[in-house]
């Protein structure tokens, strides 16, 4: 199986402020023939079921802000979210889509400073 | 929109069954996407059981934990008729409590699957 490995656990970042995840597969998940990552982004707020906010580890999932972004390839990848707003505090997951079985981060927990 | 709903006993007593069932409205579970099991321990992360499509194939994760392993205890099903799909777990324990999510895995135009709607999910708590 693919691990994948998040950090920091958690964070805290002040409002306005950028907030910096990564996360780091145990093999790549770059596919030649696509020329794409298979690397997703999941956000979980409090109490609520995870959403998709970004695939292929840089497009963002319709109605996700700009402020959201991803990057990386191969076995290192980066969600950053700038201009933090408290509706950000969340759980965040990356999750490869290589191979089955799919497999996640620990998560990384967000909260505001 | 595409809705998904879980739906079953929250409670399920040692070595019993867990069986849950996922109702897909706004879609249809014939399309060419692949439908998913995802569970939450309390207070953990997320695990990936298994998925279906709706011929019938399906994968399944061999590496979850359990005694004995998660793998030999599930079974993912389909009724396309109902739109719905299952998962039944025998042989429960403590270790199966956790918030079972269904979602969808969208079918990508270079053929992979990509997890994009979830359900709400439900609690299911193993216990006498």
């Known amino acids: 199986d693919i691990v994948m490995t998040q950090s920091p656990d958690s964070l805290a970042v002040s409002l306005g402020e950028t907030a910096t995840i990564n996360c780091k597969s145990s093999?790549?998940?770059?596919?030649?023939?696509?020329?794409?990552?298979?690397l997703a982004w999941h956000q979980q707020k409090p109490g609520q079921p995870p959403k998709l906010l970004m695939y292929?580890?840089?497009t963002r999932e319709s109605g996700v802000p700009d402020r959201f972004s991803g990057s990386g390839s191969g076995t290192d990848f980066t969600l950053t979210i700038s201009s933090l707003q408290a509706e950000d505090v969340a759980v965040y997951y990356c999750?490869?889509?290589?191979?089955?079985?799919?497999?996640f981060g620990q998560g990384t927990k967000l909260e505001i400073k | 929109q595409l809705q998904l709903q879980e739906s079953g006993p929250g409670l399920v007593k040692p070595s019993g069954t867990l069986s849950l069932t996922c109702a897909v409205s706004?879609?249809?579970?014939?399309?060419?996407?692949?439908w998913t099991w995802v569970r939450q321990p309390p207070g953990k992360g997320l695990e990936w059981i298994g998925e279906?499509?709706?011929?019938?194939?399906?994968?399944?994760?061999?590496?979850?934990k359990g005694r004995p392993s998660l793998r030999s205890r599930v079974t993912i099903s389909v009724d396309k008729s109902k739109n719905h799909f299952s998962l039944t777990v025998t042989s429960v324990t403590a270790a199966d409590t956790a918030v079972y999510y269904c979602?969808?895995?969208?079918?990508?135009?270079?053929?992979?699957?990509?997890?994009?709607?979830w359900g709400q999910g439900t609690l299911v708590t193993v216990s006498s």
């Open positions: 979602a969808r895995a969208r079918y990508s135009d270079v053929g992979v699957t990509i997890l994009d709607y």
């Open positions: 706004g879609g249809s579970i014939t399309s060419s996407d692949w």
């Open positions: 279906i499509f709706h011929t019938g194939t399906t994968n399944y994760n061999p590496s979850l």
């Open positions: 093999q790549s998940v770059f596919y030649r023939s696509t020329n794409k990552n298979y």
């Open positions: 292929w580890a840089s």
């Open positions: 999750q490869q889509y290589y191979v089955t079985p799919r497999t």
